[in-house]
């Protein structure tokens, strides 16, 4: 289907406090997608964690092209997870894995 | 280089921390609460620390009197925005950087006129993130409503916008990159909300730099060179 490009995004999770774990992260971001953009947006971002090490926070997820902007802006707009405060950081967005890693 | 204006570092002693933060996200200045020797000061990493102070409450008497007695003292001046009269006056006055939306409610409406006062004399319309992080659900909906009511308000009458954390904790400071987003969630397009954030804060701290300097006399007025007396 025409329209579904896919986005990467490479972030960085500061965080104060103990590790947490992709499904957490990816959890906590659609919550506060749902809550600023609403259930469609949920629904169209079809945003997925590609890789996260949860030691060092660093991470890459991949969205709908169209959705991008609006899944950055909730994640950066998340105060805490799980009770551990974090700040997200975008680093670097790029149409393919490939871009987003170099 | 992104400098954030608004950082309520309480403790002198957590200062460190807010540094440490700073520098891993990428700013290279940031503007503190606390009382500082120096409205302009820069630590050995080479992080720029900056004084501010937010006038009062208490009327327009009492606002410009602690505008008198500060301004010498701060590298950046703020009046939270409320009435009509303090905001009025702000907005018109040179020695007013901000125009802070601080505790964003119903009565922090920026009026049109003041809004083209402002752009006039330079003062800058802030929006701090923190509201945002703090608050969600309905609650964040009537922030996010103040907010973009108020950028744009600005945005049509040419008054500068700017965007601060307001963090009053280490990990609610953003990177300038997250702040941008944010931006355009308030209503800026891409290039305003880079604005906002990178030239927009920057142009301040240059601007009172230049007014702070004791070869400043006047705008458009300073000493370039001092004669020699014999």
Known sequence: ?102 | MPIDLNVRSSASKSLDSFVNMAEKLGLTGFAIFQDRDEPFQTLESGMDIFARVDLPDGGLRAAKKAAKEARPRVAVMAVPLRGVDVANWAAEDDRIDLLTLDKPNNECILRESTAKLAAISGTALEVPLEPLLTSSGLTRSKVIKVFRENVQTAMGARMQVILSSGSKGVMSMRSPTAMQYVGLLLGLDWHHAKIAVHEGPQGIIDRNRKRLSPDFIAPGVEIVKRGETE
Do not use: W
Request: glycine share 8%.
């Open chain 1, 1 to 102: 289907m025409k329209g579904r490009r896919k986005r990467y995004l490479r972030f960085f999770l500061h965080r104060d406090g103990s590790p947490l774990n992709g499904k957490q992260v990816t959890t906590e971001i659609r919550r506060n997608l749902l809550s600023l953009y609403g259930e469609v947006a949920v629904a169209d971002s079809r945003l997925y964690l590609s890789e996260y090490d949860e030691d060092s926070g660093v991470g890459i997820l991949q969205c709908n092209a169209a959705m991008l902007e609006k899944v950055i802006t909730s994640a950066v707009l998340i105060e805490s997870i799980e009770k551990t405060q974090v700040s997200f950081e975008p680093k670097k967005t790029s149409g393919t894995i490939k871009g987003i890693k170099t």
